[in-house]
């Protein structure tokens, strides 16, 4: 089962574009986390979760026959749930030549994203983002 999103990376910075306030963004945010697909239950395992998360986080990643790269990421609470949503929106559809060049934070500061949490949650995302490279590695 691959994970379906909603929204592609121009959408997400449309989306985020028509909140004119932090408090709509971070409600928004929210929404992404509850629309999050559920992971299949045999990927919660000690070698899929993050180390450096104040909550529970789970991402898996795997390379398809076209070497294009498939996220599926899960957490216990829904504002880290909303980020890996947008983490995984933004990566979504990229072959493992486009994921190694992809920018990520141009996009995260484009939705302003990064300047709106406090630093443990900024350092939340950093291992996201991190513990997905790791796991890109393999791939390469």
């Given at each position: 089962m691959c994970m379906k999103f909603l929204f592609t990376r121009d959408e997400i910075l449309?989306?985020?574009?028509?909140?004119?306030?932090w408090e709509e963004?971070?409600?928004?945010?929210?929404?992404?986390?509850?629309?999050?697909p559920k992971m299949p239950s045999c990927l919660y395992s000690i070698k899929n979760l993050i180390i450096g998360c104040q909550s529970n986080v789970w991402i898996y990643l795997k390379k398809d026959v076209k070497n294009i790269i498939k996220l599926y990421g899960d957490s216990d609470t829904l504002i880290t749930k909303g980020f890996i949503a947008i983490i995984l929106m933004f990566y979504n559809g990229l072959t493992v030549n486009e994921f190694i060049t992809f920018d990520i934070?141009?996009?995260l500061k484009k939705i302003s994203l990064m300047n709106n949490l406090t630093y443990s949650r900024v350092e939340g995302i950093n291992s996201i983002i991190n513990h997905i490279f790791n796991k890109l590695k393999l791939f390469i």
């Open positions: 449309s989306n985020f574009k028509y909140f004119s306030s963004k971070y409600l928004y945010i929210i929404e992404l986390g509850e629309s999050l934070y141009f996009y």
